[in-house]
């Protein structure tokens, strides 16, 4: 009886793992992915956004930093590709 008991008790607290791990680590995974390929995507001539909100034009793009104009005038800023949070227009 105890035995048939603890064997549940396993199976129970397994299936709680396997529910968390379908429902929150898969799809963040599948997020970081998709998120990661956006940075690796951009590129000289792009409209971004970064999570600061600033909107700009990448001007160059040196390893992990990139160049971009903020606005007419020639403005130019340094941030890292991570500070990225979409890109607006592809050139």
Known sequence: MNANVLNLGILYVLGIFL????????PAKRK???IRAMHD???AGDEIVTIGGIIAEVVSRDGEEITLRI???GTLMKVLVYAVQSIRRSS
């Open 32 to 34: 970081n992915r998709k």
């Open 41 to 43: 995507a951009v590129k």
């Open 71 to 73: 606005n007419s005038d």
């Open 19 to 26: 529910l968390i791990y379908f429902f929150s680590v898969i």
